[in-house]
């Protein structure tokens, strides 16, 4: 294993610097100190041959004004949509920012975590190595209470695991739902349409939405509908919806599976967080290219969005993502790589 720190533009007059994790096979890792981004992944396909299967930009400037899509970036506060502009905690009413649309709050509102410089400390290991990414979010930034500290380490390893670990505390009780809001396409990110790639997901529930995709009611069964990746099966059409993982919230457990028949590559997910939103890029159609020119199109990526189910702080029968004063908000998300 390798690490390679690299300048890789600026913002706000200050470096932005590219970290990029090496494996014994060549499969890399590359994140960028600004928004936390997962700029670049190289995996092998089932002849070994590497290619990046992430979407990104070549430059800071790309990603700055890509406003709509958080390509690869770390979301915080709170990853997915509050709706009427805020929630209470502790009988205190908190207004949050109305950034999509002017009527719900989405990843963290106007400037979020993927709009902010990360401090990155390299922490090289045996087998693996890690990136830890730090920051400081000040009581009241976009409307959240409490100081909070927060941690995130990518680590990376010889058998093409990316594990990512969200820690944080606060001085005052507030929420928080951070996740990656990365885009891939298993057959490399220039690979064309993701609709016959292969999914499968450990999730008997999901969440109906609503034409501001804020979900409608309690979780409903994937019986017999659209939703119901219990078995692999091509994607096939667009999703931009909350599915709950089977099993025990807190626990690191299998939540799905994606697969792509021509290239053989495989991307096995696990996390201890109670949901996952799959996003199939529906609206991947900026006019910024991606890397090396290829030009952005819908539904050339999916997302798979580790996170508590949208709107929680006003869906009491939900569990809750709540960090208490004092407590310790830690959480762990797993990416395996492979082939078949």
């Known amino acids: 294993m390798s690490i390679e720190k690299k300048l890789f533009g600026s913002y706000g007059g200050k470096d932005v610097f590219a970290y990029t994790l090496t494996n014994r096979v060549g499969a890399a890792l590359t994140i960028l100190t ?12 089932r002849n070994g041959r590497l290619a990046d299967i992430i979407c990104g930009f070549d430059r800071v400037e790309d990603y700055v004004a890509d406003r709509a899509s958080y390509t690869g970036s770390i979301i915080g506060r709170y990853g ?7 929630f209470s905690i502790n009988g205190k009413r908190c207004s949050i920012a109305l950034n999509e649309k002017g009527v719900c709050h989405l990843h963290g509102g106007n ?23 730090t920051l400081f979010s000040p009581d009241g930034e976009e409307g959240y ?26 001085d005052c009780d507030t929420v ?27 999730a008997d529930r999901y969440d ?26 091509p994607i096939g059409q667009p999703y931009d919806h909350n599915f709950v993982i089977n099993g025990e919230p807190g626990s690191l457990r299998l939540a799905g599976k994606a697969c792509d028949p021509e290239s053989g590559r495989t991307l096995t997910l696990y996390t201890d967080l109670p949901a996952v939103q799959l996003y199939t890029a529906e609206f991947m ?29 006003n869906r009491p029968y939900l569990p809750q993502c709540l960090l208490k004063a004092g407590g310790k908000y830690d959480s762990t998300t797993r990416f395996v790589f492979g082939t078949v």
């Open 176 to 202: 928080l739902n951070m996740t990656s809001h990365t885009y891939y396409n298993l057959n490399g990110y220039d690979g064309g349409s993701v609709m016959k790639q292969e999914l499968c997901l450990n």
């Open 80 to 86: 997915n949509r509050i709706s009427g502009g805020g």
């Open 208 to 233: 109906a939405v609503d034409e501001l995709l804020l979900p409608v009611g309690e979780p409903a069964s994937v019986e017999g509908t659209a939703f119901d990746f219990r078995k692999p099966r």
């Open 145 to 170: 209470p409490g100081n909070l500290f927060v941690k995130v380490t990518y680590t990376f390893d010889d058998d093409c695991a990316l594990t990512i670990r969200y820690e944080a505390e606060s």
């Open 34 to 45: 600004y928004g936390g981004i997962m700029n670049r992944l190289l995996v092998p396909d």
């Open 285 to 313: 159609n900026g006019p910024t290219c991606f890397k090396g020119g290829v030009p952005q199109r819908p539904l050339h990526a999916f997302c798979l969005e580790t996170q508590y189910s949208p709107d929680t702080p």
């Open 111 to 133: 400037v979020g975590f993927n709009r902010r410089l990360w401090d990155a400390e390299a922490l090289p290991g045996d087998g693996k190595d890690s990136l830890a990414l």
